[in-house]
């Protein structure tokens, strides 16, 4: 199983943290510290799954404690592009019914840039 | 047949019937360690000759399984009724009674007695892949064709009995499959050419057969005969429906395996490459490949985190083979003692779940070591059946008529008050939207957690992928003790399917 490559974009007001590859418990501390970066430099963060071709719990572990601590600090969190195929672990815990998730990054920053209009 | 101009009252009754046929035959065949089973099915789009075709690949005890292809007299849903009542008794009489002769001679008296089932016609071969023998009947029906390694094929004798039910009763013969061979049973559409005897039909099927499995003991081998056989031998349209199911007797049986790895990260990665390996030469569907990896990577991790205190890391063992039984038991064992997971630890201790959520069963075992009195083992038992997906179509025209337009697709969820899922279904739930449909059903419900209501009663058409999204869904919900509740229209296409295969649906009048 070859290693997954990791990129943490800005895009707009967001970080975009891209995956390809396949996550488990190997390289858990890589995610972990690419999504550190990510939402060390701003407080939304988008996930892009377009790319994972498989996922354990110890990757949704690691998805679970950033979004957490996002939310927590007021910040925003989403997924986008998760395949159902390879990222069953999503659905089959509801989690994929709480995160918010999109089929698009583009949607996700959609969203995410309407929520902070003014009211 | 190509120009006819099917109107909508019989297209509605040649989609209950494509409906009924798809519920009621196999839809997966089972993956053994010593035979390859494929199967191809192509229903007739006219209208008098749907309905009545059907086969089964039954395993039974000892690694042996059962081939059966079978015609139905008449045609429509009538036939396709009785042709999935005797799949069903055959399949019963076959897990049930030892003596083959026996389980023919019921089933040919279970004929005598239904209208129906008057002159069916069978042919029935019981493979032993690991001697080879072959014990078969054929009953009014035509015989199976032998492929051998050398590409030659030859036709068994035809045991000349006539059709089930008809006063002659079934007689058994013998026959031979040397490893690598290859034994094909048919329906009649695939040798009736116009214009051709039935012997120039056979004569034809054999060429084509032979043709396809090229270098015959190649893997695959019986995929390749059902898929170009049917190919080559419908090219020019065909009026009757076209059963083809196929066994190769595998020259060497699929591998066991065994590693045994210390308890630390690195060798999650080559147990995954490994494993993944093994799959790949056990001729899984890619879904069943798919869950046993993930489970057997949240076992194994599960081992390497949880086993062994740091200081004092040890060994874990992986396990696999494929049964006899089309199984897949993959084993993880370890020798630390047994600590239960953290609860401080909320957001970890999924993997087991999940692992047992996608797999057929999960089982955790600790006690006294098989090998080594003394010391204490725990084991991760992961059960599995695989399947291989049988190709079933339609005849029907590719564009769908107007009739079947209507809402689009959608499934609206909510969570009520009291904590139950509720989800809305609308439009055609078939082949390219039941899994959407049962992602969403799965994760309002929580992963099965919680009850869940579906609403089917806007479902505009239940096609059997549906059926078994339903079927998946109501399984995990009932693994966690939750009810799944479905209300459909009565009279309404859903309800009929849903109360043909057995699904408690509730009906929903209006009020």
Redesign the interface.
Known sequence: MAEPSFSVEPRGASMVVSVRGELDITSSPRFDECLSEASGRGDRVVLDMSGVDFMDTTALAVIVGHWKRLVAAGGVFALAGARYRYTKALWITGLADRLPMYDTVDDALAASSEASEPR | MPGTAHDDDTLARLGVVAELQEALLPTALPVLPRARIAARYLAAGHERSAGGDWFDAIPLDGGRVALVVGDVVGHGVAASAAMGQLRAVLAELLAAEADLGHVLARADAFAARTRALRAATLALAALDPATGTLRYTTCGHPPPLVIGTDGTARYLEATGTGPLGTGTPPVLAAGALAPGELVLLYSDGLIERPNRTLAEGMAELAAAAADATGAAGAAGAAERVCRLAVERLTCAGHADDITALAAQRLAEPVPVLRLELPSE??S??TA??AF?RWLSRLDADDDDA?AL??AM??VF?NA??HAYPREAPGTIELDARLGEDGYVECLVTDRGTWRPPDPADA??G??L??AG??VDSLLVRHGAGRRETGVEETVVTLRHRLRRPAILASGLPAAPPARLAGPAFAVD?SMAAGATARALVHGPVDITTA?RMA?RL??????G?VPLVADLTGVTQLASAGVQALYAVSEQLAAHGQELTLITAPGSAAHVVLALVQLPCVAWDGR
């Open positions: 990260r690195p999650l990665t995954r490459d993944a798919g990896h993930l990577v949240e991790t390497i985190e957001d970890r999924h993997g779940m999940v959520q996608v969820t899994d992602r799965l994760s309002v419900s929580r992963g957690t």
